[in-house]
């Protein structure tokens, strides 16, 4: 008993983070796969990267489906990090294994927010505060609860970078490092972006490495935007679905570069608009705007920052996604920063009010902003509003052959997305073996009306015959097909 005493002393903030840590796994463990069970997720995006995922662990290496043919998932994106997922499929070959993973690998942020702020403030009770309000963190839990993205791990992956770094374990940064830019194409330059304070040691051969972090960085990224926005399209007679996010700066990749370097004016009149301003503010307020005491650590997210804020796209400037997932890390890291020096400017004030600030701030973001029981905007219809028939769908679902196309409403897609033919109506609608709907979807493409209105057309198609409806569920199915 004296040594259980002695270790619980010793290592009480350990213990109190990793309770913090297994109470966060439960809880957005719970949900992710609540919002799985009552047809909460979707085609987009948890069945494209369960797609792929599935389609690799079968020998179809990074291939997903758009179109109505099978494509490389690099005609999307470049998140080659589903490859390495891939092998967990041999444990449990189902979407929620990526929900688990995605939960599992963000709470782990929380330990190097911790080792960064005991490192940085030498403070451990500081360093805990800071952990815990990682978990805490509105921007954190969104992304976490909105389907899964391999892009959500480099949160992680970036803090466990920058720990590596200040650390001087330059083999773990390298490791961390690559992690992080096979989760996405732009992260590249921001992993570039770790090779300059680098270049400052004294050390020549921490020079070489900074260099070459930065040289192969942006080769990989300059390599990788040539294929996905320039090659790819080409090669299917398309642009590149993102370049139209920018069409206020131009009508393709260099002239969006060419403006945004040569119009300062222009992205200035972006960036201040009043849904840009508000964004910031959302960023930024969880902790309290502490992070701009140390604006250098912001730097590193400065690429993701002006992806985000001069999009068209407002998904893009809004924290509910996974679009905050490179920018979290450093407002954390800037944040710990800032802490520092306000301490150095007021080292009067007690630790205990710096430490109420930014807990005040933070329960603040979680009622205004948060997903969290409690909350104004709580995500909570995956436990309030289940699908009453979630059952039959699901079983109907299971017994589809996997040699047979799906087309299928965006809420059912990922339920169906282990094949190599899935599409997301209206895709598909007249070519499909099997087509699926589930009416209940108030985010239906192109409406719910209009899905509705294709029911009632299939219904006299004499290529598909209904196979079953029961209320919201509507299957179609080839004639020639058997089920």
Same mark, same amino acid.
């Not at 688990?100 to 403030?121: R, Y």
């Not at 070459?212 to 299917?236: E, K, T, V």
């Not at 407002?331 to 930014?358: D, N, R």
């Given at each position: 008993?004296?040594?259980?005493?002695?270790?619980?002393?010793?290592?009480?903030?350990?213990?109190?983070? $990793?309770?913090?840590?297994?109470?966060? $796994?439960?809880?957005?463990?719970?949900?992710?796969?609540?919002?799985?069970?009552? &047809?909460?997720?979707?085609?987009?995006?948890?069945?494209?990267?369960?797609?792929?995922?599935?389609?690799?662990?079968?020998?179809?290496?990074?291939?997903?489906?758009?179109?109505?043919?099978?494509?490389?998932?690099?005609?999307?994106?470049?998140?080659?990090?589903?490859?390495?997922?891939?092998?967990?499929?041999?444990?449990?070959?189902?979407?929620?294994?990526?929900?688990?993973?995605?939960?599992?690998?963000?709470?782990?942020?929380?330990?190097?927010?911790?080792?960064?702020?005991?490192?940085?403030?030498?403070?451990?009770?500081?360093?805990?505060?800071?952990?815990?309000?990682?978990?805490?963190?509105?921007?954190?839990?969104?992304?976490?609860?909105?389907?899964?993205?391999? $892009?959500t791990l480099s949160t992680t992956f970036l803090l466990a970078s920058f720990y590596f770094l200040i650390k001087k374990k330059y083999f773990l940064l390298v490791i961390f490092l690559l992690l992080s830019g096979i989760t996405k194409e732009q992260v590249w330059i921001i992993v570039s972006i770790f090779g300059i304070p680098l270049l400052f040691k004294?050390?020549?051969?921490?020079?070489?490495?900074?260099?070459?972090?930065?040289?192969? #960085?942006?080769?990989?990224?300059?390599?990788?935007?040539?294929?996905?926005?320039?090659?790819?399209?080409?090669?299917?007679?398309?642009?590149?679905?993102?370049?139209?996010?920018?069409?206020?700066?131009?009508?393709?990749?260099?002239?969006?570069?060419?403006?945004?370097?040569?119009?300062?004016?222009?992205?200035? #009149?972006? $960036? &201040?608009?009043?849904?840009?301003?508000?964004?910031?503010?959302?960023?930024?307020?969880?902790?309290?705007?502490?992070?701009?005491?140390?604006?250098?650590?912001?730097?590193?997210?400065?690429?993701?920052?002006?992806?985000?804020?001069?999009?068209?796209?407002?998904?893009?400037?809004?924290?509910?996604?996974?679009?905050?997932?490179?920018?979290?890390?450093?407002? &954390?890291?800037?944040?710990?920063?800032?802490?520092?020096?306000?301490?150095?400017?007021?080292? *009067?004030?007690?630790?205990?009010?710096?430490?109420?600030?930014?807990?005040?701030?933070?329960?603040?973001?979680?009622?205004?902003?948060?997903?969290?029981?409690?909350?104004?905007?709580?995500?909570?219809?995956?436990?309030?509003?289940?699908?009453? *028939?979630?059952?039959?769908?699901?079983?109907?679902?299971?017994?589809?052959?996997?040699?047979?196309?799906?087309?299928?409403?965006?809420?059912?897609?990922?339920?169906? #997305?282990?094949?190599?033919?899935?599409?997301?109506?209206?895709?598909?609608?007249?070519?499909?073996?099997?087509?699926?709907?589930?009416?209940?979807?108030?985010?239906?493409?192109?409406?719910?009306?209009?899905?509705?209105?294709?029911?009632?057309?299939?219904?006299?198609?004499?290529?598909?015959?209904?196979?079953?409806?029961?209320?919201?569920?509507?299957?179609?199915?080839?004639?020639?097909?058997?089920?």
């Amino acid at each position: 008993m004296k040594i259980i005493s002695l270790i619980i002393t010793k290592y009480k903030h350990e213990l109190i983070l $990793v309770f913090f840590i297994l109470v966060y $796994v439960f809880y957005f463990t719970t949900a992710s796969f609540f919002r799985y069970d009552n &047809f909460y997720t979707g085609r987009f995006d948890l069945g494209n990267m369960d797609q792929t995922v599935w389609n690799t662990i079968n020998g179809r290496i990074f291939q997903a489906s758009s179109d109505l043919i099978p494509l490389s998932r690099l005609s999307a994106h470049a998140d080659f990090m589903l490859i390495l997922l891939s092998p967990f499929y041999l444990l449990w070959s189902h979407p929620k294994m990526l929900l688990l993973i995605q939960t599992v690998v963000l709470s782990f942020g929380a330990i190097f927010v911790f080792l960064i702020g005991k490192e940085i403030l030498k403070n451990k009770n500081l360093a805990l505060i800071f952990s815990i309000l990682y978990l805490m963190n509105p921007l954190l839990q969104l992304t976490n609860l909105y389907d899964f993205h391999a $892009v959500t791990l480099s949160t992680t992956f970036l803090l466990a970078s920058f720990y590596f770094l200040i650390k001087k374990k330059y083999f773990l940064l390298v490791i961390f490092l690559l992690l992080s830019g096979i989760t996405k194409e732009q992260v590249w330059i921001i992993v570039s972006i770790f090779g300059i304070p680098l270049l400052f040691k004294k050390d020549m051969k921490l020079k070489i490495l900074g260099a070459g972090i930065m040289l192969f #960085s942006l080769f990989i990224f300059g390599l990788l935007g040539y294929l996905i926005w320039y090659a790819i399209p080409q090669s299917l007679g398309r642009e590149h679905f993102a370049v139209s996010y920018y069409s206020d700066f131009g009508d393709s990749p260099l002239q969006v570069i060419k403006t945004i370097i040569f119009s300062p004016q222009k992205i200035l #009149s972006t $960036v &201040f608009k009043e849904d840009r301003l508000e964004y910031l503010k959302q960023l930024f307020i969880p902790l309290g705007f502490i992070s701009f005491l140390n604006p250098l650590a912001l730097v590193f997210s400065i690429p993701d920052l002006f992806i985000n804020l001069l999009s068209k796209n407002p998904q893009l400037h809004q924290i509910y996604y996974q679009y905050t997932a490179n920018i979290t890390p450093f407002i &954390f890291i800037s944040a710990i920063y800032g802490v520092k020096i306000f301490i150095k400017w007021f080292p *009067k004030i007690p630790k205990f009010f710096i430490s109420f600030y930014l807990i005040i701030f933070t329960l603040l973001s979680s009622f205004l902003f948060g997903p969290l029981p409690g909350g104004k905007n709580s995500n909570l219809d995956m436990f309030t509003k289940p699908q009453p *028939k979630k059952q039959i769908i699901e079983n109907f679902i299971s017994r589809i052959p996997q040699k047979h196309s799906v087309a299928a409403t965006n809420n059912l897609g990922s339920h169906a #997305s282990q094949r190599r033919d899935i599409y997301t109506i209206p895709e598909g609608i007249d070519s499909a073996d099997v087509i699926l709907f589930l009416l209940n979807d108030q985010f239906a493409q192109p409406s719910l009306q209009a899905q509705k209105e294709m029911v009632e057309n299939l219904k006299q198609d004499k290529s598909y015959i209904k196979v079953f409806e029961k209320d919201d569920f509507v299957v179609f199915k080839k004639r020639e097909i058997m089920l």
